[in-house]
Each structure stands twice: as C-alpha cells, then as structure tokens.
C-alpha cells in the first residue's frame, strides 16, 4: 500500500487538529457536484486532464485537506458515481430534476444534505468544491477552511484577482464591431487609481448549514471572500478555459517541479483497465462510460521492480510483455483517446511506445 493511501486511511481514524482559535472541529462534509450533461463543454466533468477525469481533482483536494468528515460527490450519472468512489468519495445520485441545465447547486446541495439528514448526519459545514476548477490545491482548501472556522464566518466564497484586465474598463462590442464603454466613461480611470476587485471562483465555497438551510442561498447574508491565487481558481467552461488550465499546469511543472495531477500520484488512484470497480465491468455502465467520456485518457502504471516476480511487467506472456495486454484492452475498448503507461523506467516506456501507448513519467506529491 502507497504511503500516500496509508496516510488517507489513517486519517479516518485520528481527530484532526487545526492551528486555529478554536480546539474542536465542527462536523464538516465536502461536496462535488457533477451532473453529466454540460453545454458549452461536452463531458467536462469527466474530461481528462493529464490523465484523470476533472472531478478527480475536486475529490483528492478534498481527502488530502484533512478536515472532513466525509467527502461526497453528487452526480446523476451511475458511472461518474462509480468513477468518484474508485476516486475515494461517497456517491449521492440525484434525480433527473437535479440534473438539468436549469438545476442550481442550492438545491443539489439540499438534496444531499437531505439524504445524510435521512441517515441521521447533519454536518454543521458544507463546502462545495467544484469540479471544473481542478487547479486548486489542498492546502488552500485547508486555509480556507479554518479562516472560516476561525472567523466564525457563516457564507464565505473563494475569489480571485481579475488577472488580465480590469472590469471597470469592459466593453461591449455591436454587431457592426462598433464599441462602447459598459460601464459608462464615468467607470474609466488609470488603473493606479481603480478600486481593487475580485471574481468569484467555484473552488472553495464554505456554509454553514443551518444558515445556508435557513436563507436557501451560498451568496448569503453576511458574504465574506477569501482570496485564492488565479491560478488556483481558474474555472473550466470552455475548451479555451481548458486548454489554459493544461498551460499553467506545466507552468507549474517547469517553475517548481510539481503539478495540480500529483496529488493523484499513487498508482492506486489512478483510472485504469486493472482499477475498475467491478460494477463498471457491467455492460450497460461501460456503454454509459462509452458514450460520455469520449475524452478520457486510460493511465497503466508499471514499474520495473516486482518483490515476488522479477521485472514483471515485461515478462511475456503469448509473445508480448505482460503491460502489452493491457495496453491492447484498453484501445480495443475504444473507451479512451490515449493510453498512457507511468513507469519510471526507460525500458518499460520504450515497449508501451512499441505497443502503441503514450509514456508517462510517474506522477509526484503536491
């Protein structure tokens, strides 16, 4: 067993301790929500990003956090669901009614605390954590949390900097590519004069739940915003959003040789063949998996050292290595865009190359 999945299970089971004012933690649950349908980005919930679906991302910032009771995740697909428990979270399915476009997260976020409530679980914090912002690390998730703690906050929201321009200067843009100032010219100034302001961001919101009950609202009253880094809190929307989310990923890899995917980075976490859970293998889950998650990329971690079976990965097997095998189901299942095979070793990836996958480096701690 990994260290890092050690250190999960151990968690469970151990009170967890904050440097706050405060000496006992409030019950407090994490949500993602992920309905499987999007709009503007087909799949998105489930899109990979360097090897891992989105929602992935949400789900492991929460568990390395430290500082819930439970981490959920709330979807009406049957797949994601089971995707997000290969991940570590418990699933909730929503009805149909909860997974339109036209849904809010107020009353997806009633409907779970409704279905702990039916257990007999009533948390007195919800934080929502949102899929499409998988940049947000587990450290900042933890401080937000216990300046909310701290403050004795009741609604508070991460926001960030708007980072490439200032809203007071927004322009609308005519038809006729004719502009004018949306604020009026009365907004305009130099931007050494312009008051500070800040974007919500869907990476971090905190509640309390018997305000968030009462007011049946995350923009309650009294609002507070605590300040998360943009890069953290880039939402994905759009194919652009998330072909920038990719750039600061391997910014993040080039400057401080570390990168959002490494707290995925146990062999055990990762999505492969070899790591389904059994219901997955189920035809009709595997064509719902087959007709949503067209972007998906297939991870095969192989190491070169085995204690029981020397280089085992390699050895063969009806004239391929071992690794070759799953590589061939995995393109076969013509579920996944690319195979990737992890491995630290330069003769493990020269052989995924041969047999068609793409060769990854393992993954690293963040």
């Known amino acids: 067993m990994s260290p890092m999945r050690l250190a999960m299970q151990e968690r469970k089971h151990e009170p967890q301790t904050l440097d706050t004012i405060m000496t006992e933690q409030p019950s407090a649950i994490a949500l993602i929500p992920a309905r499987s349908g999007s709009g503007r980005l087909a799949n998105k919930n489930i899109r990979s990003l360097f090897g891992h679906p989105l929602l ?6 929460a568990r390395n956090a430290g500082v819930f009771d439970k981490v959920l995740l709330s979807s009406d697909s049957k797949a994601y669901l089971r995707i997000g428990e290969h991940y570590g979270a418990e699933g909730i399915h929503r009805p149909p009614e909860l997974a339109s476009s036209t849904a809010d997260l107020i009353g997806v976020s009633l409907h779970a605390l409704d279905q ?11 934080c929502l954590l ?25 609604f508070q929201l991460s926001v960030t900097d708007y980072t490439f321009s200032y809203p007071q200067w927004a322009m609308e843009v005519g038809p006729d590519g004719a502009m004018k100032h949306h604020w009026g010219n009365e907004a305009l100034g130099r931007s ?27 923009y309650g009253t009294p609002l507070c915003g605590e300040p998360l880094p943009m890069p953290d809190g880039i939402d994905i929307d759009t194919p652009e959003d998330f072909r920038t989310a990719q ?18 980075s146990s062999a055990n976490r990762m999505w492969s063949p070899t790591s389904l859970p059994n219901p997955l293998k189920k035809k009709d889950a595997m064509e719902e998996i087959r007709t949503k998650a067209a972007t998906m990329a297939c991870v095969i971690p192989a190491r070169l050292g085995s ?17 070759a095998h799953s590589i061939d189901a995995a393109l076969s299942s013509e579920l996944f865009d690319t195979v990737y095979v992890c491995t630290e070793s330069e003769e493990i990836a020269a052989a995924a190359i041969e047999h068609g996958a793409s060769s990854r480096p393992l993954l690293w701690a963040w």
């Open 116 to 126: 702990l409530a039916a257990q007999g679980y009533e948390p007195e914090i919800l």
């Open 307 to 323: 204690k029981r079976i020397a280089r085992k990965n390699l050895r063969l097997i009806g004239g391929k290595p071992l690794l």
């Open 130 to 154: 949102m899929p499409c912002c998988p940049l947000r690390k587990s450290a900042e998730v933890r401080r937000h949390f216990e300046v909310f703690r701290a403050r004795e906050r009741a």
């Open 247 to 264: 750039a600061l990923a391997l910014g993040y890899l080039e400057l401080d040789g570390r990168s959002p995917s490494s707290n995925l």
């Open 192 to 218: 050494q004069e312009l008051n500070k302001l800040y974007a919500p961001s869907g990476a971090v919101w905190l509640v309390r739940v018997d305000e968030f009950r009462k007011q049946r609202a995350f």
């Open 56 to 61: 992935a991302y949400a789900i492991t910032a």
